[in-house]
C-alpha cells in the first residue's frame, strides 16, 4: 500500500503544473475566455505536444491506453489552471468511448487527428429533464435507406459549439446506440451559450439528421452500459479536476488573508477566520483521497463497487467543492464576488462541477440505495 | 499508488483474525459487538491473553518487548481486533506513558515498569489536566517541591480516565514556579497507593463513573520516579501528545458502530418498513458511511508516510477532528434510529443505551487536545496563519 507516484508520474505531473503556470497564467486566461471561441487553439495544441491528449488512446494507436493516474495528474493541472479548453469532454470521455466502441477504422481515422489536438469530439447525451438518469434517452436513430434518421434534443453539451464531431446518443429499437454526426451535418442545429463557468455549450437538435453505418459507433443497441461506464471514468477525472482547484482556491485564500489588512492585522490572525480555513483543508484533504480512490478504481471491473466508489467520491468532493468555493468567496470578501479577482473564477468552475455528472445528491441517493441492497 | 496490501500483509491480517476468533472471550465480544460496557476486568483479561501471544503492547518496539510492528502492521492489527469485537486496549500505560519510558526513562524505569504495563499487571492514568487547566495545559499549578531525595506534590487533577483502577498515575507537576510556564514542568510517575492520594469520581451526564478528580496532599515521590530531566517535563509531554498516531481517527471502530448502526436501522421500523429504507435515514447513514470512508483513506495516507519513515505530521490534527466527528455522527445516530425508545434505556447499566453513547460520546471532541485546539495546531502549522 502507497500513495507514491513513479518517476515518470512525478515528472508528467511537474510538467503540466509548470506548463498551468507559464502559459495560463489568470490574466491570460482572462483573453481566452473574452475570445470568440472561448478555448484556445494554441493551448490546446500544446496539450496535445506533451502527448495528453492520448492518454486515453490505446497503445497501438500511440496513446497510453487510460492510464488513471496519468489522467488524475493532468486533470489536477486542468483544475489548478482552470483551463477552459475540452480536455474532459474530448480527452478523456470522447476518447475513451471511442477507445471502448470505435471500430477500427474510426479509430484509425481519428485518434491519430484527436491525439494531435486537430479534432474535437464531444458527446452529446444529457437530454431535457432527465436529471442525471443516464438510461433517459428519447432522440431516436430510424432506420433511413442504408443508415439512420437522428431526431430530438440534447441538452447543454458543454463544448458543443468546438467540436468537429458530435457523438450522438440515440434509442435503437430497444437498446440505445452511439453515431458521430458532423456539427455540420444537414438538421444539426446548435444554440449556444455560456455556462456558469463560461464555457461554451449548446442546446442541440437534431432532425432527420443523416448518418451511415459507418457512423454507427460500436454494435447496434449496445451503447448504452459504455455510456454509463464512461460516465464513471468522468467523475473520476472530474473529481480530480476539482482537487486542482480546491487544492488552488484554498492557497489563494490563505495567502490573501495573510496579506489582507482591517483593523491594523492581517485577516489571517483572527480565529473565526482561521479556523474556517481549517475546515476548508479537511474538506481538501478527504477530497484528495476520495479523489486517488476513484482514479485508483475507474478501471475496477466490478461495476457495482465501482459505482459505490464514484457516488462516494463525488459526495466528498462535491461537498468540498460547495464549502470551498462559499468559504473562500466570504474570506475574500467584496473581492471574492468580482469578475476581476480569481477566486470567483474558482467559485464557478467548482460550482459547475458539482453539477456535472450527478450532483451530490444525487450520488448520495445512488450510494444510500446501494448500500441498503447490499446488506 | 496502490491501495492492496502485500501477500506478508495479509498472511499477517488473517493471523490476527484467527487469534481474535479463537481466543477472544465469547461474553466480551458479545458485550462490544451489542455496545454494552465492559469492566475493567474484562479489558484485563483480554489484555493478558494477547500478552501471552506476544503481542502485550502491540505498537512497541522489539527491544522493550514489543512485537517490532511497523505502521501498517499496527493498522492491520486494530482493524482486526475492533472489527471482531475485541476491547480497545487502555492507552495510559500502551501508548502514552509506555513510549515517553522507552524513550526518555531510565534503565531502572524501564526495567520496573515496561513488562509490568505489557502483561496488565498495572494500569496506569494520565494526570495532566486540571480545574484551571485545560486546553491550556501548560498553566497548571500542581507544585512538587525537591526535599530530600525526593519531591512533595500538592494539588488537583481532573478528568482522571480510570484513576479509580490505577495502579500509577504519570503526572505533569511544576517544580520551578519562577520559570516561564512551559519550562518549570517536571515529568512524575506516582504510585496511586502513595499516602496523600484521594480520588473522587466525577458523575457525567450519561450516568457513567469513567473520569475522577485526584487530590495530592503532601504526597512523597521518589526522585527517581521523574522521567528525564528536572524542568523538561513539557517536551516529553509534547513527545507524548503526538506519539499516538496510526489510531487517533478511530477509524476502525467506527467502521464496526457502523455495521450496528445498520443493525438497528433494520430492526427499527418506520411506516411499516425497515427504517433503513427510509430515503432520509438512509441518506443520513449513506453520509456518515462516506465520510468514515474518506477518513479511511485519508488515514492510510498518514500510515503509508509512516511507514515510509516520513514523519506524520500535523494531518494528526486533521484525523483527530474528522475521526471524533465520525464518532459522534454514529452515536447520534444511533439514539435516532431507536426513536423514542432510546428515552427509556438510560437505566439499565447492562443494555446497550444510545442515549447515553450519544451523551458520552461529546466528549471526544474535547479531550486529547480538544477539536478547537487541534484547528489553532493545523491553522499555524499548516496553513502558516
Redesign the interface.
Known amino acids: 500500500?502507497?500513495?507514491?507516484?513513479t518517476k515518470e508520474q512525478q515528472q508528467l505531473g511537474d510538467s503540466i503544473q509548470r506548463f498551468v503556470a507559464r502559459e495560463y497564467a489568470f490574466e491570460k486566461r482572462k483573453g481566452i475566455l473574452r475570445s470568440e471561441e472561448g478555448m484556445s487553439r494554441e493551448v490546446w495544441a500544446h496539450l496535445a505536444e506533451m502527448g495528453l491528449l492520448a492518454l486515453q488512446v490505446p497503445e497501438e494507436h500511440g496513446g497510453m491506453g487510460g492510464a488513471p493516474?496519468e489522467t488524475m495528474l493532468a486533470m489536477n493541472g486542468v483544475g489548478r489552471g482552470l483551463l477552459l479548453e475540452p480536455y474532459l469532454a474530448s480527452a478523456v470521455v470522447a476518447t475513451t468511448l471511442l477507445r471502448e466502441l470505435g471500430s477500427p477504422a474510426q479509430q484509425g481515422e481519428l485518434f491519430p487527428a484527436m491525439a494531435a489536438g486537430e479534432r474535437i469530439v464531444v458527446l452529446a447525451h444529457d437530454e431535457p429533464g432527465a436529471r442525471y438518469d443516464l438510461t433517459q434517452v428519447s432522440t431516436k436513430a430510424t432506420r433511413a435507406g442504408d443508415g439512420y434518421a437522428l431526431s430530438g434534443q440534447k441538452s447543454v453539451v458543454v463544448h458543443a459549439p468546438s467540436a468537429d464531431l458530435l457523438l450522438v446518443s440515440a434509442r435503437t429499437g430497444s437498446g440505445v446506440s452511439l453515431f458521430l454526426v458532423p456539427w455540420d451535418a444537414k438538421g444539426v442545429s446548435l444554440a449556444a451559450y455560456r455556462t456558469l463557468d463560461g464555457r461554451r455549450a449548446a442546446d442541440v437538435t437534431l432532425s432527420e439528421v443523416r448518418a451511415g453505418r459507418e457512423a454507427l459507433v460500436g454494435a447496434e443497441g449496445a451503447a448504452l452500459d459504455v455510456i454509463v461506464s464512461v460516465n464513471d471514468v468522468a467523475i473520476a477525472a472530474a473529481c480530480a479536476e476539482a482537487v486542482g482547484a480546491l487544492e488552488a482556491l484554498l492557497q489563494t485564500t490563505?495567502e490573501y488573508?495573510?496579506s489582507r489588512k482591517q483593523f491594523g492585522v492581517p485577516i489571517?490572525?483572527f480565529?473565526a477566520l482561521?479556523?474556517r480555513?481549517?475546515?476548508m483543508?479537511?474538506h481538501v484533504?478527504?477530497?484528495k483521497?476520495?479523489s486517488?480512490?476513484a482514479s485508483?478504481r475507474s478501471d475496477e471491473k466490478d461495476l457495482q463497487a465501482r459505482a459505490r466508489v464514484m457516488?462516494?467520491a463525488k459526495?466528498?468532493v462535491g461537498r468540498a467543492c460547495r464549502n470551498v468555493g462559499q468559504e473562500a468567496v466570504q474570506i475574500h470578501g467584496g473581492m471574492g464576488m468580482t469578475e476581476e479577482f480569481h477566486a470567483s473564477h474558482y467559485f464557478r468552475r467548482l460550482a459547475a462541477l458539482e453539477l456535472s455528472f450527478g450532483d451530490t445528491e444525487h450520488h448520495?441517493?445512488k450510494?444510500?440505495?446501494n448500500?441498503?441492497e447490499a446488506? | 499508488?496502490?491501495?492492496?496490501?502485500?501477500p506478508e500483509?495479509n498472511a499477517f491480517r488473517q493471523a490476527v483474525r484467527s487469534f481474535v476468533q479463537s481466543r477472544l472471550p465469547a461474553d466480551i465480544q458479545k458485550r462490544t459487538l451489542e455496545g454494552r460496557k465492559q469492566t475493567h476486568d474484562d479489558y484485563k483479561r483480554w489484555h493478558r491473553l494477547l500478552y501471552e501471544q506476544g503481542w502485550g503492547a502491540p505498537t512497541w518496539p522489539k527491544e522493550y518487548g514489543g512485537p517490532g510492528w511497523g505502521a501498517?502492521e499496527q493498522y492491520i492489527f486494530e482493524e482486526e481486533s475492533a472489527a471482531a469485537g475485541a476491547p480497545l486496549l487502555s492507552p495510559f500505560g500502551l501508548k502514552m506513558v509506555g513510549p515517553v519510558i522507552y524513550t526518555f526513562g531510565s534503565d531502572a524505569q524501564k526495567e520496573r515498569f515496561l513488562p509490568r504495563i505489557r502483561s496488565a499487571e498495572h494500569s496506569w492514568c494520565q494526570g495532566y489536566s486540571e480545574p484551571g487547566s485545560g486546553s491550556d495545559l501548560a498553566s497548571l499549578k500542581t507544585r512538587a517541591e525537591r526535599r530530600g531525595d525526593g519531591y512533595v506534590v500538592n494539588g488537583q487533577k481532573t478528568w482522571i480516565t480510570h484513576a479509580q483502577y490505577a495502579d500509577y498515575i504519570f503526572c505533569l507537576v511544576r517544580t520551578d514556579p519562577k520559570a516561564k510556564q512551559q519550562q518549570g514542568i517536571s515529568f512524575l510517575l506516582i504510585d496511586m497507593k502513595t499516602p496523600g492520594i484521594t480520588v473522587r469520581p466525577i458523575v457525567t451526564m450519561d450516568g457513567g463513573k469513567e473520569i475522577n478528580e485526584v487530590f495530592f496532599e503532601d504526597v512523597h515521590v521518589p526522585v527517581e520516579n521523574r522521567v528525564g530531566e528536572e524542568n523538561a517535563g513539557w517536551t516529553y509531554a509534547k513527545f507524548l501528545l503526538g506519539h499516538e498516531r496510526t489510531n487517533i481517527a478511530g477509524v476502525a471502530v467506527s467502521k464496526r458502530e457502523l455495521r450496528r448502526l445498520?443493525h438497528i436501522a433494520?430492526e427499527e421500523r418506520k411506516n411499516g418498513k425497515p427504517l433503513?429504507?427510509d430515503?432520509a435515514f438512509?441518506?443520513r447513514?449513506?453520509?456518515v458511511?462516506?465520510?468514515l470512508?474518506?477518513?479511511e483513506?485519508?488515514n492510510?495516507?498518514v500510515?503509508?508516510?509512516e511507514?515510509?519513515k516520513r514523519a506524520p505530521g500535523p494531518?494528526v490534527s486533521?484525523l483527530k477532528?474528522?475521526g471524533t466527528e465520525i464518532q459522534q455522527a454514529l452515536t447520534e445516530l444511533m439514539m435516532l434510529a431507536r426513536g423514542p425508545s432510546a428515552l427509556g434505556l438510560l437505566n439499565d447499566a447492562d443494555a446497550f443505551r444510545p442515549a447515553a453513547a450519544y451523551c458520552n460520546l461529546r466528549k471526544t471532541s474535547i479531550y486529547g487536545g480538544s477539536n478547537?485546539i487541534q484547528?489553532?495546531i493545523?491553522?499555524r502549522t499548516?496553513?502558516?496563519?
Open positions: 500500500m502507497d500513495f507514491d507516484l493516474i490563505v488573508s495573510k489571517g490572525t480565529q482561521q479556523h480555513m481549517v475546515e483543508l479537511i484533504e478527504q477530497a483521497s476520495m486517488y480512490l485508483l457516488s462516494a459526495v466528498i448520495l441517493e450510494f444510500a440505495l448500500s441498503a446488506t | 499508488m496502490d491501495l492492496s496490501f502485500t500483509e501498517v445498520k433494520s433503513i429504507e430515503p438512509a441518506a447513514i449513506a453520509q458511511e462516506i465520510d470512508w474518506a477518513l483513506i485519508t492510510l495516507r500510515v503509508s508516510a511507514k515510509e494531518e486533521l477532528i474528522k478547537e484547528k489553532n493545523i491553522s499548516i496553513l502558516g496563519l
